[in-house]
């Protein structure tokens, strides 16, 4: 169980599938409430479940007790019971774009009951004919079908994460370490894999009854197994042979074809079996050891991709030099009540200088609540915005560690939300696209390009607007997008939320030193601050060092880079 963003999860899941199921309405908004409200605490977990969640506003005793017993159990009951209600394969029509509970229970009833069936009811006519939809729509659905199809085996990156720290203390005592995607911080992951030193025999004892399908693989020193419908698979050795194994589970398809492909030219064998001369294991505990046998240098995990090896590895920063989480001062682009965010910024504030992640005292919060054109999401005019930033300068003065920001829509034209005179009053702007995703290439770059050019664009959001395992970004000319930023000074965002993580790392990678770059967490919770772990992992992947990104600035360095980027553009 992963925390309090894990029950307010199962909390809103609930509350979808009492809509699915056509229960009445207060019981799902009393689980929404419930969600909100936990969203918005900055109490830690152990101390809420020591109380049993009593005195929570929107808590009420009956989803209080289901709560301890979550924390307790690792079980939601509501949620488990409902699940049950529900085929699987309905389950998964969340996953597709556009699809909300009334709508999978229209598509339920009609017989839609699958990823694939919603495919195929898309292609063969069936659901342009249903209420509600209508050709267009079935056109966009199919899109967001063939999307879901190809990434249903995945999970993001925070969720694997999780997961992969609930098998490392399960396997406490066999040494293990995280392996494959997960360890080498890849944005989405289909397989959990980790290296024991132990046996086949220890490992299954140890996840006896914690996965589904656990198992030995015959003739391979791997377990096999699911957790949570995620595969997973646990590599073993005896200490002599652990840095072999490592080294095979710790790269790429590729970094293993090479580093297999070296030891074959030199007469060695390597597996996960270890590393062996005439059948003769060498003694090779560490990674570094494998490494020195085989006469190559160690990469850090994060560089173990394809598009690393492509280069010439000398010319990206050591693993030493790479950002870190203790690097990130300046929480950027944040949400507060003002507009779809669950705290307030005041509250926002201090848990930005409670998480104190560069461990200096210097951390500190940016607003970035949404402009007007976002209404769905109660977003701000000019004169609500006029007010929040007087409530944003009276926190400064109270010794509040803020500064003044705001998301701006791009408009269909690439203009923005609000006007320059607005604009200009606040001390950084995030101009994002959250509207017009079908527009042609050719308009949807000329749009990107006029407001990465803006004079009073501090960082361009989320450039590609694709959410992971959901949709892909719309289509753009994102080469010409990133030379208009370059030209103009203009920060690129990775958005650290686990759901987008864009910019891509792959493309970050190619731009990283014509670039700078923002690794922004788009918190709409507390609890959201903390993702800029994902993005810092995915920022490493891109080899970006601290001066590559402006998070690392202390709060009056960012205001100084502002006053010197709005100068250099006149």
């Known amino acids: 169980m992963g925390g309090r963003k894990a ?57 209080a007790a289901e709560l301890t017993r979550y924390v307790q159990t690792g079980v939601f009951g509501p949620l488990a019971e409902i699940e049950a209600q529900i085929p699987p394969g309905v389950l998964t029509l969340f996953r597709v774009r556009g699809l909300g509970p009334k709508k ?34 079935a056109a966009t659905l199919s899109d967001a079908a063939e ?22 203390s399960w396997l406490d005592g066999l040494e293990p370490r995280l392996a494959g995607e997960l360890r080498r911080g890849l944005d989405t992951v289909g397989t959990l894999r980790l290296t024991v030193t132990g046996t086949a025999q220890q490992v299954t004892a140890a996840l006896n009854g914690r996965l589904d399908g656990l198992e030995p693989v015959s003739g391979k020193p791997l377990v096999t197994g699911h957790l949570e419908g995620l595969a997973v698979e646990v590599g073993y050795a005896d200490a002599q042979a652990r840095g072999a194994i490592d080294l095979t589970f710790g790269g790429g398809p590729e970094y293993r074809n090479r580093v297999r492909a070296r030891a074959r030219e030199l007469g060695l064998d390597l ?67 003002w507009s779809d965010g669950a705290a307030s910024i005041e ?91 079908t527009l042609p290439s050719a308009r949807q770059t000329e749009r990107l390009i006029r407001a990465a050019s803006h004079p009073l664009v501090t960082i361009l959001g989320h450039p590609t607007g694709r959410l992971l395992l959901r949709r892909p970004g719309y289509p753009l000319d994102l080469e010409a997008v990133l030379e208009a930023c370059a030209a103009h ?54 080899g970006l060092t601290p001066g590559g990104v402006i998070n690392s600035l202390t709060r009056a360095e960012l205001l100084d880079f502002v006053k010197t980027q709005r100068a250099a553009r006149g």
């Open 104 to 137: 999978i229970r229209a598509l339920w009833d009609a017989g839609v009951t699958s990823l694939q069936t919603l495919w195929e009811a898309a292609h063969d006519g069936r659901l342009a004919g249903l209420k509600g939809f209508g050709a267009k729509s």
């Open 147 to 168: 999307f879901a199809l190809a990434s249903q085996e995945r999970r993001f990156l925070n969720t694997a994460a999780l997961m992969g720290a609930q098998l490392l």
């Open 489 to 542: 000074g203009t920060v690129v965002e990775i958005n650290a939320s686990p759901y987008r993580l864009d910019l891509d790392w792959r493309v970050a990678l190619r731009w990283q030193k014509r670039l700078k770059f923002a690794i922004n967490t788009d918190a709409h919770s507390l609890g959201g601050l903390q993702d800029v772990r994902s993005g810092v992992t995915v920022a490493r992947k891109a």
């Open 271 to 337: 597996s996960g079996r270890g590393l062996k001369r005439g059948g003769q294991q060498l003694d090779t505990p560490t990674e570094q050891d494998a490494l020195r046998e085989l006469g190559l240098d160690y990469l850090p995990p994060e560089y173990r991709e394809n598009e690393h090896l492509d280069l010439d590895i000398s010319v990206l920063p050591a693993e030493s030099e790479l950002i870190t989480v203790g690097h990130m001062r300046g929480l950027l682009h944040t949400h507060s009540t």
């Open 347 to 437: 509250s926002m504030a201090r848990e930005a200088e409670r998480l104190n992640f560069s461990g200096d005292g210097e951390s500190f919060l940016g607003t970035g609540d949404h402009s007007g054109a976002a209404h769905y999401a109660n977003g701000l005019d000019a004169a609500r915005l006029r007010r929040q930033l007087g409530e944003v300068r009276e926190l400064q003065r109270s010794g509040l560690r803020v500064v003044a920001g705001a998301e701006v829509d791009i408009l269909d034209d690439g203009s923005l939300d609000y006007p320059d005179d607005l604009l200009s009053e606040l001390d950084y702007v995030v101009a994002s696209v959250h509207s017009g995703f």
């Open 7 to 63: 029950l307010v999860s199962a909390l809103k899941r609930t509350a979808d599938l009492l809509e699915v199921l056509g229960e009445e309405g207060f019981r799902a908004n009393a689980y929404r409430g419930a969600a909100r409200s936990l969203e918005a605490l900055t109490t830690d977990l152990p101390e809420l479940a020591a109380r049993e969640f009593r005195g929570i506003g929107k808590v009420g005793p009956g989803i």
